[in-house]
């Protein structure tokens, strides 16, 4: 059989230069390195195996990985301050809200007096102007005092009685000031029947004295004598039970009798 003839081929450098025991060469085992470089330190490559990626599916999964980050914080962070915020917002718009409102009634509610200074028992009330029109405008009626006028007749008929504004403790007292009276009891009032008479004042009081210092204020503040009639009725009613005045010239006699009446004549002294 004949046996094919090979030319002769140059060995790797790593072959020609080594002290390792020597292996015979055969066809197929050369390396020539000096197709890629002069100098090469690579060994020959007997064997290889295509690459073979690893499905993505068995790729085990990395639980480590770093956590994803909002603002600075965990996702679960982040969602749980953003609630708690929101809860913040909306309790205090509620409670201002709320609030607003309660505040508004109280203002209302305190801008609104009655109709009429004089009588505190009027059922119609002024109130401030607002934005909004109210359908039923609050209605303000101011406590009346459960209180009796009382009455010091008939004890207290023909007695002198002397203005409190005497002491002083009000001022200096005004020499021309008429502040010493005559009471007389159930006798009907002057200032009603005579011509010449004239009202000065009409107020509600509890008591005869409290009318008659009525009378006697006017004297004191004005240092006059103008006015010189009191009258008190226990039995009246708002807005008035005293009424002060002047009348000159007056005659008790001539006066007819009225049961419960009151009446204060100013002396001349």
Avoid at 113 to 122: H, I, K, L, Q, V
Avoid at 157 to 171: L, Q
Wanted: proline share 8%.
């Amino acid at each position: 059989m004949e046996q094919t003839q090979h030319d002769p081929q140059r060995m790797s450098t790593l072959y020609q230069y080594h002290n390792a025991p020597e292996v015979a060469p055969a066809h197929g085992l050369e390396y020539d390195d000096t197709k890629y470089s002069s100098s090469s330190d690579k060994y020959p490559v007997i064997h290889s195996r295509p690459f073979d990626p690893i499905p993505a599916s068995k790729v085990p999964y990395n639980r480590n990985r770093p956590p994803r980050i909002i603002f600075g914080m965990k996702v679960r962070t982040f969602f749980i301050v953003a609630a708690v915020i929101v809860c913040i917002l909306v309790g205090a718009a509620v409670g201002g809200a709320v609030g607003g409102r309660s505040m508004r009634e109280n203002h209302a509610e305190k801008n609104v007096w009655p109709a009429n200074g004089e009588d505190g028992n009027s059922t119609e009330a002024s109130s401030p102007p607002s934005q909004t029109l109210s359908a039923s405008p609050s209605v303000y009626s101011a406590p009346v005092p459960t209180y009796t006028p009382l009455s010091s007749c008939p004890d207290a008929n023909n007695t002198e009685y002397t203005s409190a504004f005497a002491d002083g403790r009000d001022g200096s007292v005004p020499a021309t000031a008429g502040l010493n009276f005559t009471k007389y009891c159930d006798v009907e009032s002057p200032l009603s029947i005579l011509p010449d008479a004239s009202t000065l004042s009409e107020v509600f009081v509890y008591s005869f004295d409290d009318c008659v210092e009525v009378c006697a204020s006017l004297n004191f503040w004005g240092g006059d004598r103008n006015c010189s009639v009191a009258v008190y009725d226990a039995k009246g009613s708002r807005p008035g039970n005293c009424w002060v005045g002047s009348v000159d010239g007056l005659e008790i006699g001539n006066l007819g009798e009225k049961d419960g009446m009151g009446m204060a004549v100013l002396r001349e002294d």
